[in-house]
């Protein structure tokens, strides 16, 4: 499984962003699938998952009610839309895919929320 995340970028505390994931390879082994970030001198934290499905969510205290993943299976995308960021949520964001027993992860997106 090869994961490849896009949609970052420089934005304005209050704005909006959309990231991306897309899988490839053996998809069809995915199950569930998540986005994680790290900021600088920060160890990597959870922000959302989202099930097989896509009919179960988990999100992070600090972004509920702000962001939203979904995923498209026919597409092999996932998302997470961004609203009202803040400047703590400056980070690298990762997506995760979980496929068997193993994690795949993607090589990051930048998001940098200014004040």
């Known amino acids: 499984v090869q994961l490849v995340e896009s949609g970052g970028g420089l934005v304005q505390a209050g704005g909006s962003l959309r990231l991306s994931c897309a899988a490839s390879g053996s998809t069809f082994s995915i199950n569930a699938m998540g986005w994680y970030r790290q900021a600088p001198g920060k160890q990597r934290e959870l922000v959302a998952v989202?099930?097989?499905?896509?009919?179960?969510?988990v999100y992070a205290d600090s972004v509920k009610g702000r962001f939203s993943i979904s995923r498209d299976n026919a597409k092999n995308t996932m998302y997470l839309q961004m609203n009202s960021l803040k400047p703590e949520d400056t980070a690298v964001y990762y997506c995760?895919?979980?496929?068997?027993?193993?994690?795949?992860w993607g090589q990051g997106t930048q998001v940098t929320v200014s004040s």
């Open positions: 989202i099930s097989n499905g896509g009919g179960s969510t």
């Open positions: 995760v895919a979980q496929a068997g027993p193993y994690d795949y």
